[in-house]
């Protein structure tokens, strides 16, 4: 009986671990490409407090994803250009992204899907300010 019980749970662990592996690598192959930026939502408190600040924009720029875990971006909001490269990596459900050195930020996937990605991250940036991010993009 012991024997078929640890039989068991050692089935039941290998499941578990090897769908973990299998979702992982699925969202990593889905990234790999080039994405459009559709929709880019920040909201903002400035460090000393204050009302957060909402804004919105659409249609601003691409990420690409490279399989060698690096990347690279093209924004271009209110008429002021951002390029630059990034390195990321991935869990099942989060994808983690560190430009030049900078204090890494990790999305949630809320939506994942072969030609459509959502992710929300919630971060404290450089000036001390507490950002909340939500970002829409479709593969190209």
Do not use: H
């Amino acid at each position: 009986m012991k024997k078929i019980l640890t039989l068991t749970l050692s089935i039941a662990m290998m499941a578990i671990l090897f769908t973990s592996c299998s979702k992982e690598k699925k969202l990593a192959n889905r990234l790999e490409g080039t994405w459009n930026i559709d929709k880019y939502d920040i909201s903002f408190t400035p460090s000393g407090g204050g009302v957060a600040t909402p804004l919105s924009f659409t249609n601003v720029g691409t990420f690409s994803f490279k399989d060698d875990k690096t990347g690279s971006y093209s924004i271009v909001i209110l008429g002021s250009t951002d390029n630059g490269t990034y390195t990321w990596s991935n869990t099942a459900t989060t994808v983690t992204m560190t430009e030049n050195g900078q204090t890494p930020i990790t999305y949630t996937a809320t939506t994942n899907e072969k030609t459509k990605q959502v992710w929300t991250a919630n971060y404290i940036d450089k000036d001390g300010d507490q950002n909340s991010e939500t970002i829409s993009l479709t593969k190209k």
